[in-house]
């Protein structure tokens, strides 16, 4: 048997094994390069299909090479880029470029990311007046709307509208203000770190330099009574020096269940403007902004199916998009409508209602091939840290849960331990792109489950 005939034969138990979507997005572009001394060398056209088919494929592709050839030991994994430009030489590759943009790195000084632009934030009914009040701080920074407080739903442009704002407010004036963006998980490290170092003073002098303070998810500070005493202190110093505060939040300063009151009214002293749900055709606008700064195209049928779907969520939107874009590429001779339809089903049937929290656990778990006592248990290995965090973050997403009751349903944990999961994993998903592929493959599960 040759070594193209052994893989043959492989790929078609794998088919079988596996679902159809995953089949053709990780394996139909491998090979097997080298079978020698027992030990098989798989090529894979990418490094995230490398890891992603070596970790979760691996030990099932193992055990049918050796039934077919019993010499064989071991297998290697390597990357080949050329396998799927050799099939498809005309064809970018989707995601290479997506990763490429989404690299562009924040800058140390500022934190601000320069991939947010105002200039790519689409604007529709859902965020018009938070728009317009961004829009207006810009020529009047610190002067109008100040604390500028904004609140929404995950996913629906909260971090694009603040950290363009920000870039748009260095653009324009040259420099002149010093703009600083931090989440406020980094604001509490930086508070904790100080306390620990007794270097309280420095922070406050650096949070105190600044003439435009962004801060991201506040609703993490809520209840780190130190951090919040610190950041309070700092708001006033700035804002009595009419220095520009911009916030954002997943809700209304009042729906902070652990803030303190001082600092609520605080938030209400300014202005506070909310994101919705984008409509129809700003859902359609996005997708076409989106595929341009990639450099990519679908045709219109195409994005007109997404936008239907897709409607709560505009990160999952992107991150469906990517999926697409990728299986255009690769399986260009099997896409067509029908075939997006197929591929966005099994995220789409979020069926919220009969959700329940033991079946987003069950499916993580599933999908890490860990069990549900590593999941909930004690064990703090790296290969079940993630997961835990994962389905943290799904009963949070998925079923709005709060997070104390996250806290018991995850092995009695404290709250806190859900809050930092929650924003550990939607960190990872704003920045990275290989980790948002992996997020929709395991609510499909969950979907599916
Ligand atoms: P949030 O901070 O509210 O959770 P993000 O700002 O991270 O959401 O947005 C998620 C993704 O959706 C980002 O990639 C962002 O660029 C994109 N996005 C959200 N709203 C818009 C918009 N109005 N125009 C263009 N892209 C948007
Ligand atoms: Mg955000």
Not at 64 to 73: G, P
Not at 195 to 202: A, H, L, P
Not at 242 to 251: E, G, L, Y
């Amino acid at each position: 048997m040759t070594i193209e005939e052994l893989w043959q034969k492989t790929l078609g138990e794998l088919e079988i094994q596996i679902s159809r979507p995953n089949f053709l997005t990780w394996l139909k572009n491998s090979r097997l390069v080298d079978n020698k001394e027992g030990d098989a060398m798989v090529a894979l056209p990418n490094h995230f299909a490398k890891e992603w088919v070596e970790a979760k494929y691996g030990k099932m592709i193992l055990g049918i090479l050796r039934t077919e050839d019993s010499s064989i030991r071991k297998t290697t994994y390597i990357v080949d880029g050329s396998i799927v430009r050799k099939i498809e030489p005309k064809e970018p590759e989707p995601v290479e470029k997506q990763l490429a943009f989404n690299e562009l790195k924040n800058d140390p000084e500022s934190g601000l990311n320069p991939k947010y632009n105002i200039k790519s934030f689409v604007v529709g009914s859902s965020n018009e007046m938070a728009f317009a009040a961004a829009s207006s701080i810009i020529d009047a920074v610190g002067e109008k709307y100040n604390p500028f407080f904004i609140y929404g739903g995950t996913g629906l442009g909260k971090t694009h509208l603040i950290q363009a704002l920000g870039n748009e407010i260095h653009r324009r004036h040259k420099g002149k203000y010093k703009v600083k963006y931090v989440s406020s998980e980094k604001f509490t490290n930086d508070v904790i770190w100080a306390i620990r170092n007794k270097r309280i003073e420095d922070i406050k002098n650096m949070y105190r330099n600044i003439d435009v303070l962004i801060i991201d998810d506040i609703q993490f500070i809520g209840g780190k009574e130190k951090t919040e005493e610190e950041f309070f202190h700092t708001f006033n110093a700035l804002h009595e020096n009419n220095k520009q505060i911009i916030i954002s939040s997943d809700r209304p300063p009042r729906a902070i269940p652990i803030l303190e009151e001082r600092l609520k009214s605080r938030f209400e002293g300014g202005m506070i403007v909310d994101i919705g749900f984008p409509d129809y055709e700003t859902r359609v606008a996005i997708i076409k902004v989106k595929l341009q700064e990639r450099g990519e195209n679908l045709e219109d049928e195409i994005i007109n199916t997404i936008a239907q779907k897709i409607q709560r969520n505009i990160r999952e939107l992107e991150g469906i998009l990517n999926k697409i874009v990728f299986h255009r590429t690769h399986h260009s001779h099997l896409f067509n409508p029908t075939y997006v339809e197929k591929l966005m089903e099994d995220v789409v049937t979020q069926s919220a209602t009969n959700l329940t929290p033991t079946q987003i656990i069950k499916a993580v778990a599933e999908f890490y091939e860990i069990s549900i006592t590593d999941i909930v248990g004690r064990g703090r290995k790296k290969e079940i840290v993630e997961p835990r965090q994962v389905a943290m973050f799904l009963l949070r997403e998925m079923l709005n849960m709060s997070y104390p009751f996250i806290a018991e349903k995850m092995g009695k944990r404290d709250h806190t331990t859900a809050i930092y999961a929650f924003d550990k994993i939607n960190h990872a998903l704003n920045e990275n792109p290989a980790f948002s592929q992996k997020m929709i493959m395991v609510k499909e599960l969950v979907n599916k489950s």
